[in-house]
């Protein structure tokens, strides 16, 4: 898996570019939530259920249907107020989904592992892409601290910090300039 930290940074770019015109802590708070949150399914090796099982890491979790799911709850937990399908109601449910969903394309980047299940409950095949640069991150927060973790952290400056800056860079100057022809 991408470390925390990776995970939490590609869903606060994706708040930040995003044109929602809400709490910007209270939604960035909840897309880390829901990127962080598939990585909750570690608690199953608890439980006796194997890496490989539908509810083993990287497992239903890390699927489509639980972005779909998990996407769908936020938004109607957490904004309420907003009509369901109002183009805010609708561009919520679409970056929570997306915050979520990028957790599992992260991890499917990743040189270690079984691969994603993207597609349980329907099929329990594990996935990777073709092009895993990121170093897969150990697990617990005793190993992170170690040197395979200060490795992970350098990986992931260079494979998700640069390009979530450079976004967040020409997002701002974007926006400024739109600003300044209205």
Known sequence: MAS?????????TIGKVSTIKLNPVKLSLLLICCAIIPDADVI????????EHPLGHRGFSHSILFAFL???????????KVK?????????FFIFLIATLSHSFLDACTNGGRGVGFFIPFENTRYFFSWRPILVSPLGAGN????????VVQNELFYIGIPAVSLLIVNFFVRKIRNQKA
């Not at 199953?44 to 890496?51: A, E, R």
């Not at 369901?84 to 919520?92: A, E, P, Q, V």
Request: proline share 2%; hydrophobic share 55%; net charge positive.
């Open 84 to 92: 369901y399908f109002s183009k805010t109601g609708i561009m919520l």
């Open 144 to 151: 992170f601290f170690s040197k395979w973790g200060w490795q």
């Open 44 to 51: 199953m090796f608890s439980f006796g259920y194997p890496y």
């Open 4 to 12: 925390i930290f990776g995970h939490a940074l590609a869903a606060y």
């Open 70 to 80: 998990l996407a769908f709850v936020v938004r109607a937990i957490f904004y309420r």
